[in-house]
């Protein structure tokens, strides 16, 4: 297995060069503290994701965890699935930190960082949620948008509040600057409110301000949030769609974004599908829109996630993007905040999907998730149990162990009784444990059969003779009727990170305190 230094690794990641950084630790490990620029793929999530996330097999693909055997272990999946450069971090995030590099902690650092920057260098206007709670309470006429997901919106947001999804906000900014008075955009926290704010600014809107800490600010002041409301929507006006496609285009293109043809990403996305080509295509319109219809091989990825989590979707960096949407404009706004976020080769679609469409373009319907890598070798090093053959074994006292190899999530919703949870991501350093005799029987199992299956067949790798793969999972296991266990134990999971705006007071201040301070000690303003 190839290795690469600490040093080695930062001049890779200096250079202009196609690379992939992966910390296959599980994300509650990751975002504890890990390689700025590093994207976050447990270990679990090689096989479902890597193709998508690095299309040409080519490409050099880093690994890395905290010292351990999980990065071989993924490097070693990726080398079986045709990756020719697939390396390890030798020495891991110790050796990391040992050559005098310092690991950052939070996850989408880098756009949180850049948030952060933008409210500093262009000023952006914050309003407090004292001041705001206060014109409530006056009657002062003003507009309060969320900017998150149409799914956070319905949870809960401000009093009042419509919903202007993401770069959507922008399609409304003629419409809003005629409102003639005030503006307020909130998020949950601080990054989505900022941009969007600048971007109303940079559209036209005068009166326009992000309200400090979003949703999290406002209960930190002790004020209630509103819940429902689903159909609140702010709707553009054609005018002022067509003036915000304008406005963005201008704003896009003198940052370095460029139209692309359809005949030439017809051809680009034939590269990608052959394996030559690292090509990310984002559809940056909301969600049912993208599953209307949209261009085949294309990611539904919202304009505003786009901006925040484009490291967890656009993992090989210098890789060239394409972003799409119907007419054009929330594309054009994308590229340009993603241009300001240095992502050297960003591209729109030129007459979004209804160009697309007119020069004879296929359409996709719904969502294709593709195909997991390696499956079929898994299922042919494995075989498996029916539940009800299960079930007669453990009635009947049979000598056979159970191990459930899914994330904390699912184990802790049901899983099979007597089972023993082993996160996948440590079945081949943990499984002595349980099972020390390579001849004994056992059985993995997970929810749906996916991560069951893998494990499977790395025990048979390992030398274990007797394993069997629960068919259909858990799943089946309860649609059977068969009883079922609950709970996690006394384990303690590191694959999941609560969010802040869903935690309680105390985790709320520590994270806004954290992203403030991710330009330095200057506080945003």
Known sequence: MTMISATALNEL????????L?????????DRGHIRGASFLPRRMIEPRLAELVPDPATTVVFYDEGGPRAALAAEAAARAGYRDARTLEGGLRAWKSAGFVPVSGSNVVSKHFGEEISHSERVPQITAQTLHEWQAAGKPHIVCDIRTPGEYTVAHIPGAVGAFGVDAGLNAADLAARQMPIVVHCAGRTRSIIACQTLRELGVGDVHALEDGTMGWTLAGFELEKGHPDRLLQPSPASVRDAGARGRALAERAGVTAVAAGQLREWLAQREAGALNLYLFDVRQVPEYEAAHVPGAKTLPGGLAIQRADEFAAVRNAPIVLVDDDGARAWITGYWLRRMQYPRVHVLAGGLAQWQAEGGAIEHGRVRPAPLLFDEARR???TIAPAALQELLA?????TVLDVDTSRYHAARHVPGAHWIPYGSLESRVADFVSDRAATVVVCCHDGLHSTYAGANLARMGYADVRVLDGGTDRW???????????????P???????YNSDKAAMAKYLEWEKKLTGDRRAG
């Open 381 to 383: 090093l494995t075989r």
């Open 22 to 30: 992966f910390d296959v630790r599980e994300t509650g490990e990751a």
């Open 396 to 400: 009947g006292g049979a000598p056979v």
């Open 13 to 20: 990641m200096q250079g202009a060069g196609e690379w992939a």
């Open 478 to 492: 309860a649609k059977a009727g068969l009883p079922c266990a609950t709970g996690l134990g006394e384990a303690t």
């Open 494 to 500: 590191d694959d999941i990170v609560v969010p802040p």
